[in-house]
């Protein structure tokens, strides 16, 4: 057998023990067909073979984001920038939506993003009347960039049956004007994810899924954006029900460049059941091997469930979305005995503490499955959670450049306790495995930042917090490679470099062990190939 194509001179870090360091790599189709040094890998060359000198540069497994938001991030493509940068003033933002309003027919959705109210001149937050002014003839809706509230315009909140009689739904609230009781247009919560998040819903949005083709298409640039950073695999961290399809169309057509782990709501857990349809299923483009729980807040926004409460505000504890541990431990028993992981967003301790006692049960009552959970984020830990998390082999997927980029908001919402956030370190020494989490857009999407920042501890400022969390070089690409190909359960198949293994690499122009660990992050991409094609190549 002759390979397709093989990448000789080069400085190759597997992560296989067994052969940390190699020279040269043959692929065929889409798989590593042999790793070695250049004399052992040229007899696998042929008459049809591609060969790439790739002149000493740094060869790694390509990366895996095992937490990532895929369909959000594509929709980006689609919505109006909202941002600051674009947007200074509620005019500013009136005028760009009036804009937009001409290029659409009437009826048709305008979809804002990304707005700050905290970062815009007026000192004060948009109402529907400034959309009705910009737009009154289509329906608007402006999402503020934490996701968690957003505001519409009259004929919104019309297309979705709602006036001052309207009530609050379960978990939300709808703004309101305090002397009239009239509807201001600003949606909370529940309210929100209700009327335009098809993912957090429980019930059809108002706001319809964007268009099968429009969705193809934003899902393949981000994709290609994606790979230009080594991404060669994503899991989507709460995959709606159009994206399922959405996926499966560019799977059918054979134009995914990026491999894709579904990680679905548990609001559709119950259609899995119904159809005897248990966790693992698809292929290596394209699986589901996740059901998605959302337990408590988020630490930037203050809303991680915590029991020692907020620095500033000790009575101050946060907020629980599943307030009651019987509903998490039927959830988590049911994802449990179906087959799937269980992957259950927990930042705070009360919330760690809730989704252990689940997992615990759920193994107690049925040990025949082993399917391996995960705590997303995982934030606020202690010892007997590390203790816990080994013993029951749950993984956690801390982020990664979360220090680089919220830093800041740390001390003051945290004290002390933020040198022990993130904790990759305390996780590795307990014995429990750690996956990458960039959750990105939320997060920074590049694997060399957030690598550098488990190397360094370091913000965005250059101050740094909890210098004992830090891990080793190897360590950190290990959590964006092999471990992360464990966080799927896919470590046979991908995550470091021999053969059999996909032919998913990544080709940096400078060698990460050689520079200043502060520079880590600035390293560029040279190529990135994922099932053996070169799905990114600086020019
Ligand atoms: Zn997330």
């Known amino acids: 057998m002759k390979a397709d194509l093989i990448l000789k001179n080069a400085a190759i870090k597997t992560m296989d023990s067994a052969r940390p360091f190699a020279e040269a790599i043959a692929f065929f189709q889409d798989r590593i067909l042999a790793v070695g040094q250049n004399n052992d890998v040229m007899e696998l060359g042929g008459p049809q073979t591609n060969w790439l000198d790739m002149t000493g540069k ?8 095992a937490h990532e938001h895929l369909s959000w991030f594509a929709e980006n493509y689609l919505n109006l920038d909202c941002s600051p940068q674009k947007a200074d003033s509620i005019d500013k933002l009136v005028e ?132 230009s950073a080594g991404i060669c695999s994503v899991g989507d961290a709460l995959c709606a029900p159009s994206y399922i399809m959405t996926y499966h169309d560019l799977l059918h057509a054979e134009l995914l460049s990026l491999r894709i782990n579904m990680i679905v709501p548990y609001q559709f857990l119950a259609n899995f059941e119904n159809l005897g349809l248990t966790g693992g299923w698809g292929n290596s483009w394209l699986r589901c091997s996740g059901i998605k729980i959302i337990v408590d807040g988020a630490i930037a926004g203050r809303t991680a469930a915590i029991s020692q409460g907020y620095e500033n505000d000790p009575d101050d504890h946060g907020l629980l979305l599943i307030e009651s541990q019987e509903e998490l431990d039927h959830l988590i028993r049911r994802i449990h005995d179906l087959g799937y ?26 040990s025949a499955g082993k399917p391996r959970h995960r705590i997303e984020h995982c934030t606020m830990i202690n010892d007997a959670f590390l203790k816990r998390m080994a013993r029951m082999k749950v993984m956690a997927l801390p982020f990664v450049s979360y220090l680089w980029q919220h830093g800041e908001k740390l001390r003051p919402f945290y004290g002390a306790r933020a040198d022990r956030m993130f904790a990759h370190k ?7 495995k750690v996956a990458s989490g960039s959750d990105h857009p939320v997060g920074l999407h590049s694997p060399l930042l957030g690598i550098q ?36 359960c896919e470590e046979n198949l991908k995550g470091m470099l021999k053969p059999n293994m996909l032919a998913d690499v990544v080709v940096l122009q400078q060698d990460p062990w050689k520079v200043n ?9 040279e190529m990135t190939i994922a099932g053996g094609k070169i799905v990114f190549q600086k020019n």
């Open 58 to 65: 740094t060869v790694l497994p390509g990366f895996i984001d």
């Open 517 to 525: 660990p502060d520079e880590i992050g600035s390293i560029d991409v």
């Open 453 to 488: 920042c488990m190397v360094t501890r370091k913000t965005a400022a250059g101050e740094t917090i909890g210098l004992n969390e830090r891990i080793s070089l190897e360590e950190a690409v290990r959590v964006y490679t092999a471990d992360a190909a464990y966080a799927t």
């Open 96 to 227: 760009i939506v009036g804009q937009r309003a001409l290029d659409i027919e009437p009826g048709e959705w305008i979809r804002g993003v990304l707005y700050d109210d905290t970062k815009m001149k007026d000192g004060r937050v948009l109402h529907r009347d400034d959309l009705d002014k910009a737009a009154p003839e289509s329906p608007v809706i402006v999402v503020h960039v934490s996701g968690h509230w957003g505001v519409v315009n009259s004929k919104a909140l019309a297309c979705g049956g709602m006036d001052r009689n309207s009530s609050d739904p379960q978990g939300g609230e709808l703004g309101r004007d305090p002397a009239t009781g009239r509807l201001d247009g600003r949606l909370y919560e529940m309210a929100l994810f209700n009327f335009a998040f098809e993912s957090l819903a429980v019930q059809p949005t108002v706001v319809p899924p964007y268009p099968r083709d429009i969705r193809k298409d934003a899902v393949r640039k981000a994709a290609t954006f994606l790979n």
């Open 426 to 432: 305390s996780f590795l020494e307990a014995g429990v």
């Open 341 to 366: 992981q269980a992957c259950v967003h927990a930042n705070g301790d009360i919330a760690i503490n809730m989704v252990l006692d689940a997992i615990e049960r759920a193994q107690q009552d049925n």
